[in-house]
């Protein structure tokens, strides 16, 4: 799933279960679940040329169609969309994104880029300037936590490849980890395997993954104290906090890939 050029993806599966995020020239969140059995690979060396892929024998193409909403899904589409008002797209565009439109000429042909009256949309950002973790990070978190969105939004804001481990209420597998390894079931927690540092508190995971990876600056709709707070929890109120308790499951083999953004 292709989104526009302001928001990329690297994959790079790594423990049990997981959502990895990364963003550069286009936004990805890859959610993968394995079996605490299940071999770990080691990440893609950034050298290596990328893999081709082709169609699978007997496919076709999808018909274009105009953009609808799938039948009986309006209500939670338009539920998840009021997010946008109280969060105002925080975690839509990366760090120092910026767009100018320029001459047809100062884009390579074979580069994407939207046209507006003949110019070109030439689009910046300053990821490529800040530091990138070597291991993805892991956040441990669950849906419907205003404090755990808060993060996510600034995962999306730095381009972040991340773990992240679903703990909803009474989740068997990645909740009791917290405990084990942090001395209390609060969220989000993160752990970061390229310096060492694990902390709980949502203020000071964002605060801490801007100086480490940003260029120390945080967005100002989550600097707000409080008011990011209920901002990220009238956010998700229109879902009923759907993602919080835990549905019975299993860990698919491999990990699932979804491409995405926090607005």
């Known amino acids: 799933l292709r989104f526009p050029p302001f928001l990329s993806s690297r994959a790079a599966p790594k423990t049990t279960a997981a959502a990895c995020t990364r963003r550069t ?27 081709e892929f082709s169609p699978p024998a007997g496919f076709a193409p999808p018909v274009p169609k105009r953009f609808a909403v799938k039948d009986g899904q309006l209500a939670s589409v338009a539920g998840a969309a009021l ?55 892991e956040i441990y978190e ?23 481990y679903p703990c909803p209420q009474k989740g068997p597998t990645f909740r009791p980890k917290v405990l084990e390894m942090g001395g209390k079931k609060q969220f989000p927690y993160m752990v970061d395997p390229n310096t060492g540092v694990a ?35 009238l956010a998700m109120i229109w879902r009923v906090w759907k993602g919080s308790s835990y549905t019975v499951s299993k860990l698919p083999p491999q990990p699932i890939e979804i491409w995405a953004y926090e607005v």
């Open 25 to 51: 020239a286009s936004a990805t969140l890859r959610v993968a679940a394995l079996p605490e059995s299940a071999p770990v690979s080691a990440p893609a060396s950034t050298s290596e040329e990328r893999p």
């Open 83 to 137: 997010a946008l008002p109280f969060r105002l797209g925080t975690g839509l565009f990366v760090l120092g994104y910026s767009v100018s439109l320029v001459s047809a000429d100062k884009i390579p042909s074979d580069q994407y880029s939207l046209e507006f009256l003949g110019l070109k949309v030439k689009e910046t950002s300053k990821i490529d300037q800040c530091r990138r973790p070597e291991k993805p990070i």
């Open 142 to 164: 669950f849906e419907g936590c205003p404090f755990c969105r808060k993060v996510r939004e600034m995962v999306s804001v730095l381009d972040l490849d991340v773990l992240f």
């Open 199 to 233: 902390m709980y508190e949502s203020d000071a995971i964002i605060k801490y993954l801007a100086d480490t990876y940003g260029d120390g600056t945080v967005p100002i709709m989550l600097s707000l104290g409080l008011f990011t707070t209920i901002t990220a929890g």
